[in-house]
Every structure is written in C-alpha cells, then in structure tokens.
C-alpha cells in the first residue's frame, strides 16, 4: 500500500495549527513550530491560500484559516443533518409507495446517495448508500440541475446515452430543467436504464438553498400510468421533500 503524501501531511499539520492555536500565526512560528524549513511552509501556506483555505493578514502579514475551510466545514455539518433529519420521512415514503427511496446530494458531477430505504417487500435488494447516480438521466440529478446552479456547472461536456432515451444535448437538459422548475419536482422514464423510472423532489436547507433531493424509484410499469407519473406519487414524494425541508428550518418552502 502506498504511503501518505508528505506535501498533503504537512498541510494537514499546517492546518490543524492554524485551528489549534492562536487565531493567526507568522510564517516562522508555523516552521518552528512544526519543524520544517521556511521555504517549505511558504511553499505549502501560498498553495492553501489560493485554494481559499488559510487567509493572510495584509498588515501583519500572519496566516489564519481561510473562509474555504467554513463553507467544507458547513456542507459536511449540513450532509450529516440531512439524512438524520430524512430517516423518519424516507420510511414513511416507502410505506406510502411501496418503492424504495434514495436521498442524494450533489458530489464529484454526480448525486451521491447517503440514504436508501428498501422497497417493503420480500424482494432481494442491494443497499446502495455511497453509489452515484448520473445527474442527467435520474429524477434526484435533474432535480439539483434545475435548482442548484453548481450542479449545471458540474454537468460534463458529453452526456453519456445509458439507454435510448437519454437526454445527451445541453439543450434538451435545459429545456427539461426549465420544465422542472416550473414543476417543482422531476421525473425520469427509462433514461437511466430500460425498464426503470423515478420520480425526486428538491430539499432545501434553512437558507432556502437546495441541499439535495429525495425520491423512489423503480419499475417504470409501477411508477407511471398510462405513460404518466400518477398524482399521489408527486404528492408524497413532494410532501415528503417539504417535511424534511421544514425539518431542517427551511420556512418559505
């Protein structure tokens, strides 16, 4: 197995510093402090501010932590409350549909699932916390296109067709985004694979901002009718997205 990178270790160390001690330190207090050359810390300390993790003081010239760290910070607090706040409302939405329900968060240009509800049958299922699901062909990744613009600055250049009724133009996903929009939820059949289909709704955070998605899925002959996605499975999904919302203080949602 290959060992730690140094370079990564020493930010690592540079970092825990910063947040350990005093709220800023000079370039030679770090080097002594953890033992390494000046030039070294320089080298590591102007790499970290220009990814906008340490901040250096214009006067004194003293690094602390940047406002970076608090945004990662914030996003793993808000992650981890999500899916505690969602455990409760994804079983109930599985009961009330009978599918199995994912909760997924935008992650690395796709949703990664941090919470998966079996469908309440005896049928054998795979747990899939920690997959991903493509943003394009999934109603939980349409749903993050149309309401957060970070994920449409995630889509990649090329859409990858997973059956024949992929979108794969950046027109047809705007377009489809724009529909979404004016839904309030989305819905996706046989795009991410043959003979399946899901349904999602966005969850907001208390600044109204979208945190993620919740939905069901599963086979398209159980989730639509007559081509369609019937009205009590939008209500509960969206029913479902706003009670976690409100769980987690979003109050205009």
Known sequence: ?????????????????????????????????????????H??????????FVEQDPVTGRYQLGAELLRLGNSYLDVHELRARSLMWADDLARL???????GVLHQGG????????????SRQVLEVGSMLPLHATAWGKVLLAFDPVAHGDLEAELKPYTRRTLVTHGDVDAECERIR?????GEREEAGDG??????PIRDRRG?????VG??????????????????????????????????????
Do not use: C, N
Not at 182 to 186: D, I, K, R, S, V
């Open 196 to 201: 399946l289909a899901s349904i999602a709704a």
């Open 97 to 103: 549909t009978g599918e199995s329900v994912r909760i």
């Open 111 to 122: 949703v990664l699932v941090i919470h998966h509800v079996f469908r309440p049958d005896d």
């Open 182 to 186: 004016g839904l309030g939820w989305a």
């Open 1 to 41: 197995m290959p060992g730690p990178i140094q370079s990564l270790t020493r930010a690592a160390a540079i970092l825990r510093l910063l947040a350990g001690g005093e709220r800023q330190l000079a370039l030679g207090d770090v080097a002594l402090t953890l033992g390494l050359a000046k030039g070294t810390v």
């Open 209 to 213: 901002s979208p945190l993620g998605a």
């Open 43 to 52: 080298g590591i300390l102007r790499t970290l501010q220009q990814e906008g």
């Open 216 to 253: 069901v899925g599963g086979a398209v002959e159980r989730l639509t009718e007559d081509g369609e996605f019937p009205a009590r499975l939008v209500a509960a999904v969206r029913d479902t997205a706003r009670s976690i919302s409100r769980d987690l203080g979003a109050t205009l949602y």
